[in-house]
């Protein structure tokens, strides 16, 4: 038995030297039981990630590990000095000058179009004429080797013309600054509703950023082919934009470019388009130099490079009656795009959609404003929008039931979508699949929260400066891409004549098991071992057009689109089996390494040497596109989301009012993953996202000064979860039913719907600072110590 399993079947861990206090005696719960995986078969089983052991003995290849081909050659970046300003010139003479250096490179070198090939089209290749966010990249060094470029790229003397900077978003909003137009969406009369409400509030919360940090930074190697033909190797969620970006770049065809990710060392959305950066970069260096260039920002670079989580502004009003549930609501949303658009779009458009998360907005109105500042181009973040989204509801939640002396979770309950009424978004979908109540009826249970809550009541009353909160929170999270058109997936399936099988698909591999869950349907649909199932490095020039490894949806769309590759090879192979046996082709079974009709089995790898040796067709292609899907982008409304996935979070957590100092002390998950694929990497993927959410609102906090310059830069101010932050009580199970909607293998997607489990810890620390102060309670994330401090002292 595992320490996660004993943890499971023996309750809580209690320590005597615990801070909290006195720990409540929690039984063990046995989870309900869920579906079986079949009896043989490898989906349903908690097979070890396909590149475990590579990785644990150093072994797993990332782009930096690929043995560099000879003349290979090193770039480092030229970064803007100020935040906004006129570049008037730059001057490479002592970078030139300097041992090893080959080249600078700078826009004019561009041979394509400029402008990078992003959907709004206003981002430059390299700034020329103006510099808009301190690290903004000018052009590159190139020299024989990394030190020696990044030496160089020091040494390059800019001369900018300062401009006026606008770094704060509400300056953005007052200068009527965006990087797109703002979007409105309402429902009923919000006004009137608000008006006629018996009581309501208003309110302001700012919620920051977040850095991505990834282990594997940035990088991406280029390498010029035959014929003006290029291979590029990118840690990449997004191998064909990488391809169209470069392309375009080069003005060149698509055709001639060949993207290839074998894996990442994380993404998290940092990958998404941030990733076409740097192969635009090398492969404009290694068009000119005609030779293969590399390029790999350091942690610094990349910080003041690359975009972030966007940071968000809100002003609320809202109606609510005695109970808590509510009457009306006007909301005002202020996301701080950056320089540039990216994806701060859907990202926007995403934050609206989830501002509901899993309650009932009969009258709302919403303002969204994508606002232009002197920072660097805010992009995707595990979440999309989605978490900004629902910490503001939560937070209104957990304000009105502050304001009437309620349990927030009672508050909760009151406002979740119902069954047969109360269950139209605010946006026109029909919530069909709704598993709120029940789902938090049994966590409240299980979490023994009631029980807590009078225990934490106790000992605040008798604490004066150890205080304590805990909080329930639930998430209702849409799956697909907002963008219908990228809910499209491709695969190839290949069986060789020994019977062993190869599949390729258009996901990308960065550390999450999506090729582990696509070999374990691929070998089930074909009926042989896990092991003899290999998922091969993402490759435009395999699978063409593939969408983003993005919005949850990996699994979902390329582990069907494998599995209908599969089934093809499948329908193939019993098709032959029916001749040699004459029987139906519906009568042949692939199950244990075995064919098997009503006249006998054969081992796998001899009907694959039969059916080569007569001709049959032993590989194939997938495709899948969801289904249902429909959504109108000029007016938000349709149905984006394919199904929802749906969890709830209990956390327990403890302030030192002196200090401002916090600690999460115990937390208890149940998340809805369907019928699950791999329960250990979906058990992962709960744990870390929680943990990454917890570091969003507790730590992570992203600085900039009065000039623009992010003084966050480096692990050493900018401080992402450690060990010691996870509480020893962190409890996960899942909720026992499959995917109500057609989904491969009944199974749910587990990305991001987790990250907004830990929107709890911010609900508990606000309960923490009105258990020490009564009143309002505004409590800004990141909730730093110092952040909290000033909650105590509003």
């Keep these: 038995m595992n320490a996660r399993e004993q943890a499971h079947n023996e309750g809580p861990v209690s320590r005597a030297d615990n801070p909290s206090g006195p720990q409540l005696a929690v039984p063990p719960v046995t989870p309900p039981p869920g579906p079986q995986p079949p009896a043989h078969g490898a989906a349903g089983r908690s097979h070890k990630h396909e590149s475990a052991r590579a990785q644990v003995a150093g072994a797993a290849t990332y782009v930096d590990d690929i043995a560099e081909v000879r003349g290979t050659l090193h770039a480092a970046p030229i970064l803007s000095t100020v935040a906004h300003g006129r570049l008037r010139g730059v001057d490479t003479r002592a970078a030139l000058a300097m041992p090893g250096v080959r080249e600078v490179i700078l826009a004019g070198d561009v041979p394509g179009d400029p402008l990078l090939a992003t959907f709004v089209h206003d981002e430059p290749v390299f700034a020329s004429s103006t510099v808009e966010h301190i690290g903004q990249v000018i052009g590159l060094v190139i020299a024989g080797s990394v030190m020696q470029a990044r030496r160089a790229a020091r040494r390059v003397l800019l001369d900018i013309d300062e401009l006026p900077a606008i770094l704060q978003v509400r300056d953005a909003l007052k200068a009527e600054n965006y990087v797109l137009p703002p979007v409105f969406v309402k429902r009923g009369d919000a006004a009137q509703a608000l008006k006629s409400a018996p009581h309501t509030l208003s309110g302001q919360l700012e919620v920051g950023g977040q850095e991505h940090f990834y282990l594997e930074g940035q990088v991406a190697y280029v390498l010029p082919q035959e014929q003006n033909q290029w291979l590029v190797y990118s840690s990449t969620q997004h191998p064909g934009e990488v391809q169209h970006w470069v392309s375009h770049a080069l003005g060149i065809s698509n055709h001639a470019v060949r993207v290839e990710c074998r894996r990442m060392g994380g993404g998290f959305g940092g990958k998404e388009t941030q ?115 629902v910490v503001l509801i939560e937070s209104i939640l957990g304000d009105i039931a502050r304001h009437l002396g309620l349990d927030p979770l009672d508050v909760r309950k009151h406002n979740l979508y119902g069954i047969d009424d109360r269950n139209v978004t605010h946006y026109q979908m029909k919530v069909e699949d709704n598993i709120l109540a029940p789902l938090l009826s049994k966590l409240e249970q299980t979490s023994q929260y009631r029980r807590r809550r009078e225990a934490i009541s106790a000992w605040n009353a008798g604490s004066p400066v150890i205080k304590r909160g805990i909080a329930i929170t639930p998430v209702k999270f849409g799956i697909s891409f907002t963008a219908t058109l990228f809910n499209q997936a491709g695969a190839l399936v290949h069986v060789y004549t020994d019977g062993s099988v190869q599949v390729n698909h258009g996901g990308t591999e960065m550390g999450q098991g999506l090729n582990t869950k696509v070999a374990q349907i691929v070998a089930d649909e074909l009926g042989v071992a896990f092991e003899d199932v290999l998922a091969t490095a993402s490759d435009t020039s395999k699978i063409p057009n593939a969408s983003a490894t993005a919005a949850s949806a990996g699994t979902d769309l390329n582990a069907r689109a494998a599995q209908y590759a599969a089934r093809n090879v499948r329908d193939n192979l019993a098709q032959f089996v029916s001749g040699l046996d004459n029987c139906g082709a519906g009568a042949v079974s692939f199950a244990g390494g075995k064919i098997s009709s009503p006249k006998g089995s054969r081992p796998f790898p001899e009907v694959v040497r039969l059916a080569y040796a007569n001709r049959i067709q032993l590989w194939s292609d997938g495709f899948y596109r969801t289904p249902k899907i429909h959504y109108d982008k000029t007016t938000l409304t349709g149905r984006p989301f394919y199904y929802f996935a749906y969890g709830a979070a209990c956390t327990e957590v403890a302030i030192d009012t002196l200090t401002g100092e916090s600690r999460v002390l115990k937390v208890d998950i149940l998340h809805d993953v369907g019928t699950s694929i791999n329960p250990a ?63 491969v293998f009944g199974s749910k997607a587990v990305g991001e719907p987790p990250f907004m489990l830990a929107i709890s810890v911010l609900e508990a620390l606000k309960e923490a600072v009105a258990a020490a102060r009564p009143g309002e309670v505004r409590l800004d994330a990141p909730a730093t110590a110092e952040n909290v401090l000033r909650a105590l002292k509003a």
């Design 681 to 743: 990497i979906d058990i992962g993927q709960i744990e870390g996202g929680f943990v990454q959410g917890m570091g969003w609102l507790t730590t992570e906090q992203l600085v900039w000064n009065d000039k623009g310059y992010l003084s966050t830069h480096a692990p050493s101010t900018y401080k992402i979860p450690a060990t010691g932050d996870i509480p020893e009580h962190f409890k996960v199970d899942f909720w026992p039913e499959p995917n109500r909607e057609d989904n």
């Design 275 to 389: 990733a076409g950066h740097l192969a635009v970069w090398a492969a404009i260096a290694a068009n000119k130099l005609k030779c293969p260039v590399k390029l790999r920002l350091d942690r610094d670079d990349d910080f003041m490079v690359t975009g972030k989580r966007h940071p968000f502004a809100y002003d609320y009003s809202v109606g609510f009656d005695n109970s808590g549930r509510l009457h009306g609501l006007k909301l005002v949303m202020l996301a701080n795009c950056g320089f540039s658009a990216d994806l701060s779009g859907p990202v926007a458009d995403r934050a609206i959609f989830h501002t509901d998360n899993a309650y009932f907005l009969e009258d709302v109105e919403i303002a969204s404003y994508r606002c232009k500042t002197n920072t660097q181009s805010h992009t995707a973040f595990r979440g999309f929008g989605g978490p900004q989204g």
